[in-house]
């Protein structure tokens, strides 16, 4: 196990010392001479558009995505979130009386 562990090691350093390299720099420059990576921003509700879109398509009858549907389609997100703090609430108060009803029968 450790001789793995330790050609695994000897191979990332490898890995790395090829990467550093000045002719590999020089080959990912021939590779790509301009800068083709581009960074796009995308509000959320362009991406919320998007994802409800995908999950109409995608619909199969399954009540959950219903509800994800609507969570998606809100105007603002912040009714939903109030939804959702409730049962996060309502889950904590339930341990709690789960815990003293269990202190009761002890």
Do not use: C, W, Y
Request: overall charge neutral.
């Amino acid at each position: 196990r450790k001789a793995t562990r330790a050609e695994e090691l000897l191979a990332l350093a490898d890995t790395i010392k090829l990467l550093n390299d000045d002719d590999s720099l020089e080959l990912f420059k021939k590779a790509l001479p301009s800068p083709s990576l581009m960074q796009v921003q995308v509000t959320a509700k362009e991406v919320r558009q998007r994802a409800l879109s995908a999950l109409r398509s995608a619909r199969r009858g399954d009540p959950r995505m219903d509800m994800v549907m609507l969570a998606l389609s809100g105007r603002s997100g912040k009714g939903f979130e109030k939804v959702l703090a409730m049962i996060d609430d309502m889950v904590t108060l339930l341990g709690k009386e789960q815990g003293d009803d269990d202190d009761k029968k002890a």
